[in-house]
């Protein structure tokens, strides 16, 4: 929990001063914060080094390892920038509060 509340305090993520339009800018930006703070940031759109499986958004999205050493965030590369960009905010919110979290919309959603 000592490096979740580090990496909050570290980000320097300020609400309401966000840009207007979401881009890949505003992801990196996020993501190079999130990681300057202490959390692995890893992305990938394919299982292992097998390019022949991607991984697919309706199977998941992003998931969050909570550890005192070093917390991760894993999102899946094939999602829009958006959807990363919710992914990344979603999961480090996870982190800070100290709760491991495999999010995929249409599971936690009710929906199959």
Do not use: W
């Not at 929990?1 to 930006?29: D, E, L, Q, W």
């Not at 509060?97 to 249409?106: M, Q």
Request: proline share 3%; hydrophobic share 40%.
């Amino acid at each position: 929990m000592k490096t979740a509340n580090r990496a909050y305090k570290n980000t320097f993520i300020t609400f309401g001063s966000h840009p207007k339009y979401v881009n890949i800018t505003s992801c990196k930006t996020l993501r190079d914060k999130i990681s300057q703070a202490g959390v692995i940031v890893m992305m990938s759109g394919i299982v292992g080094n097998n390019t022949h499986r991607p991984l697919d958004i309706n199977e998941f999205r992003a998931f969050a390892m909570v550890d005192d050493l070093v917390p991760l965030i894993f999102i899946n590369s094939n999602d829009s920038v958006s959807g990363k960009l919710f992914s990344l905010l979603h999961e480090f919110a996870h982190i800070c509060i100290g709760n491991n979290s495999l999010y995929n919309d249409r599971y936690s959603s009710g929906t199959r």
